[in-house]
């Protein structure tokens, strides 16, 4: 655990048509960070990379474009993406090139798109998240007092080693978790082990963290679920604080998910 795996999974990515983008050009002395993908980023970060930049020095400061519900409707309106479409079914919108439903159904319950935030540094794209809960959400707390089953979902807009994810995840959750980090740590140990067995994540990927009260936390790829679920409401809480809460992977990202300006 904690090394990066080399094992080959194979994806099926949501937009195969796109060119898929690569570490090539990562110089082989370039720094790595673990968890890159997720971290908040530190000022330290900056000095770091400015001798030597590569397009892993975009993660370590990356910043959100958060759109509100009626701003990312008005856009997929203008770019007709729902015309023709009945007023019980799904709507969607576009957002840096990916599809969002509007609503959901998880677990047997529909859920709203809360928000969504992109994670980039300049012309370099990390990926987009969205935040689906049973009603809308403004602030954290409302956030983490909902009941019932929630998803976040990221799309990656790169290819990246898994391993990064895993070792991001479980430093943002034990980050926004304080002494509650001693009752999770077994269970973020698990998923650590169901990110990094998937071995890289590709462009055009969704990775989907879901919670069912009645199973729990399941990881996916691409629908496709890894492992087991992992129980305990009080997981998925800590899984959305990492997020949301007062020490989120990014601050601007916090407010795309919540649907309020940066």
């Known amino acids: 655990m904690g090394l990066e795996s080399d094992r080959p999974f194979a994806v099926h990515s949501i937009a195969a048509a796109e060119e898929r983008s690569t570490w090539g050009s990562v110089p082989a002395s370039a720094p790595r960070r673990a968890g890159a993908l997720w971290a908040e980023p530190q000022a330290a970060l900056a000095d770091e990379f400015k001798d030597n930049p590569s397009p892993m020095a975009a993660f370590a400061q990356p910043q959100a474009t958060n759109l509100t519900r009626r701003a990312w409707l008005g856009l997929a309106v203008g770019a007709g993406v729902l015309g023709g479409i009945g007023p019980q079914a799904a709507r969607a919108a576009t957002f840096e090139g990916v599809q ?15 928000g969504t935030g992109l994670r980039a540094a300049g012309w370099f794209k990390a990926y987009v998240a969205a935040l689906y809960l049973p009603k809308r959400a403004g602030t954290a707390a409302e956030v983490l ?17 898994a391993v990064e994810l ?14 509650e980090v001693e009752a999770l740590r077994v269970r973020l140990a698990r998923m650590f082990e169901l990110m ?19 199973r729990g936390t399941t990881l996916s790829l691409n629908g496709k679920a890894r492992g087991e679920p992992i129980a305990g409401n009080d997981f998925y809480v800590a899984v959305l604080r990492s997020f949301v809460g007062e020490h989120p992977y990014h601050k601007k990202l916090r407010s795309g998910l919540l649907g309020t300006p940066a």
């Open 196 to 214: 990094d067995s998937v071995g890289k994540v590709h462009k055009g990927d969704a990775v989907d963290l879901d919670f069912d009260p009645a």
């Open 145 to 161: 007092e909902q009941t019932g089953p929630k998803r976040v979902r990221l799309v990656l807009l790169v290819d990246a080693p």
């Open 166 to 179: 895993a070792k991001g995840f479980d430093k943002g959750v034990k980050r926004n978790s304080g002494a």
């Open 100 to 114: 969002f439903d509007d609503r959901i159904t998880l677990a047997g319950r529909e859920l709203l798109l809360n």
